[in-house]
């Protein structure tokens, strides 16, 4: 079952605009969520993260939201760049489950000159 | 910075060997996991490895694998008897907490 869903399989944006990834789950027992960035043939590397007590976390130009009530986080990058062309996976975890990540499919980005 | 190493980076195998996946984890982290990546389809957990013990493991891993911590700094991925259907990008992570950092993969190809 997918417990974690992005359900936008692709992005364009211009460098320099903002790039919006959205994900939506369905388990509210998840209680930290996190962003992956992924290269073809290379392991997920770790963006940035938000515990379900909070609402907003930011790190540079990435900055992550979530709304509990609608259980839906979401990944602005301000400003985007070329070199931020990647697959994003969105995860979610529950501290009692070993820390196992559920993943989405993933939002493949690309960003233009 | 210290990152997750993983050997081989490709392995090709018949059906029905086993074969054997290796990591070496971030060296203060207290858990390990593999997961796995079928082509074209989302990251999947496997399992999870805390305190010299699984403490959490997916409905794909059954009584085919294994895990095992040999030494002080290896984890290690076991197929006993691979299937077509096991050909996948293997990651493993590891972590303190929450937030696990990621190898490069091993890309098992079940002929």
């Known amino acids: 079952d997918q417990q974690v869903k992005q359900n936008s399989p692709s992005l364009s944006v211009q460098e320099g605009r903002i790039s919006i990834l959205n994900c939506d789950y369905t388990?509210?027992?998840?209680?930290?969520f996190l962003w992956y960035k992924k290269y073809p043939a290379e392991g997920p590397t770790f963006l940035i993260s938000?515990?379900?007590?909070?609402d907003k976390n930011e790190d540079g130009r990435f900055t992550v939201f979530l709304n509990k009530s609608a259980k839906h986080l979401s990944l602005h990058i301000v400003p985007s760049q070329p070199g931020d062309s990647a697959v994003y996976f969105c995860?979610?975890?529950?501290?009692?489950?070993?820390?196992?990540?559920?993943f989405g499919k993933g939002t493949s980005l690309l960003v233009t000159p | 910075e210290p990152e997750v190493t993983q050997t081989p980076s490709h392995q090709v195998t018949q059906m029905g060997q086993e074969v054997i996946l290796r990591c070496v984890p971030i060296?203060?982290?207290?858990?390990f996991y593999w997961y796995r990546q079928i082509l074209g389809q989302k990251v999947e957990f496997l399992v999870s490895?805390?305190?010299?013990?699984?403490?959490?493991k997916s409905e794909i891993f059954d009584d085919q694998f294994s895990v095992e911590r040999p030494d002080g700094s290896n984890f290690t991925l076991k197929i006993r008897s691979t299937k077509l259907e096991d050909s996948a990008m293997y990651f493993c992570?590891?972590?303190?907490?929450?937030?696990?950092?990621f190898g490069p993969g091993t890309r098992l190809l079940v002929l």
């Open positions: 992570a590891s972590s303190r907490r929450e937030t696990q950092y």
């Open positions: 388990n509210s027992m998840f209680d930290y």
């Open positions: 938000i515990s379900s007590i909070k």
């Open positions: 995860a979610a975890t529950m501290s009692n489950s070993g820390y196992a990540l559920n």
């Open positions: 060296s203060n982290h207290l858990y």
């Open positions: 490895f805390y305190n010299n013990e699984i403490s959490e």
